[in-house]
């Protein structure tokens, strides 16, 4: 076979930039794809011979998010960070009319909790939380906390609840999670606009909650905006870290589940949606790379509408808490996003 090579298309027929890949001329076209998912995959190529070079005890402190907070130590950061996301949710719960473990399903964690404004008006939008924990730590429980400034501006938060590992798997999770959205469409068909937001490992099910193929499902959410915190959105590289023991991904399972993998379902299931992809400062290298890379994907898909948000001052932990404040920056993000500022 020719050697492999590429030339750039920007026709009108093709309606954005390409790459096609092919022989030596261009009447040996073997595939055209969009010019981000090319540059995705070169850069995942070289970032999979880098993280060869790295040893496992490498790997692994890059993905334990607790060892590079500037805060306190690896231990107390976790303590504290339940902590707060335990006072955020009563507080909520003692602010907002509450439906708590609404099922969405038929499974016992199918469930979600719903917290209500009090408000007369029709403006009223709707924001789905999913909970980070690296698909094996916290639920809907703590959940609740970003409830605390969203229900004064008469915005309905829901937490949504999941089987984590080791009951559930990464592809049980998944399904789940997009069951849970399609259950809030059918319940709540009355709110102005529908949001995501998702931190960690949530961030991840946020984004393979956009990647979706809605044609299989009973309806098409028409989902406004997404705010994807401090996630993972590219599997492989956690496929040999502790992370995975409970999890017991296979590298097929982490490929079908890696929304680095499906940014052209994206563009076909959420291409009105506003994406806001935000890190930490202080996240890790491997994480910070992790959220740049996924966002390079994105905005140099044409018709996406995406920005990078580096918050400066906050680590993987911090960075989420801070939504129960109504003063924070990624609070008022959302909360222009959605046209209650």
């Not at 809030?184 to 949530?202: E, W």
């Not at 920005?307 to 993987?316: F, G, R």
Request: net charge negative; aromatic share 8%.
């Amino acid at each position: 076979m020719a050697p492999c090579v590429f030339y750039y298309s920007n026709s009108q027929k093709q309606r954005e930039t390409t790459v096609v890949l092919g022989g030596n001329n261009e009447n040996q076209v073997l595939c055209v794809v969009p010019i981000g998912v090319y540059l995705l995959l070169l850069h995942s190529r070289a970032t999979m011979s880098r993280r060869k070079d790295m040893n496992k005890d490498e790997l692994e402190r890059q993905f334990s998010p607790s060892q590079w907070s500037h805060r306190m130590s690896a231990d107390d950061v976790i303590k504290s960070h339940v902590t707060a996301l335990k006072e955020g949710t009563e507080r909520a719960r003692g602010l907002a009319q509450t439906l708590l473990n609404v099922p969405y399903g038929e499974g016992e964690g199918e469930k979600l909790d719903v917290y209500v404004p009090t408000t007369t008006s029709l403006d009223v939008p709707l924001v789905i939380y999913l909970h980070g924990g690296y698909w094996q730590f916290l639920s809907k429980e703590e959940s609740g906390f970003m409830a605390v400034p969203l229900v004064h501006k008469g915005v309905v938060v829901v937490a949504v609840g999941y089987d984590i590992a080791p009951k559930g798997n990464m592809d049980v999770m998944v399904s789940q999670v997009r069951r849970s959205v399609v259950s809030v469409i059918q319940q709540y068909s009355h709110i102005s606009g529908l949001y995501l937001c998702g931190h960690s490992a949530g961030a991840h099910l946020a984004a393979m909650i956009l990647s979706t193929d809605w044609s299989q499902y009973s309806v098409t959410p028409q989902i406004k905006g997404a705010f994807l915190v401090s996630g993972i959105y590219d599997l492989l590289p956690i496929l040999s870290t502790y992370v995975n023991e409970p999890l017991k991904m296979t590298e097929e399972v982490a490929l079908r589940n890696s929304p680095s993998q499906l940014v052209p379902q994206l563009k076909l299931s959420s291409s009105d949606c506003d994406i806001v992809v935000a890190v930490a400062q202080n996240d890790s290298p491997e994480f910070r790379k992790q959220s740049e890379d996924y966002y390079k994907a994105l905005e140099s898909t044409e018709g996406l509408k995406v920005t990078l948000e580096d918050v400066p001052n906050t680590d993987h932990f911090n960075i989420i808490e801070q939504l129960v404040d109504g003063d924070y920056h990624l609070t008022q993000l959302l909360l222009k996003m959605m046209g209650k500022s």
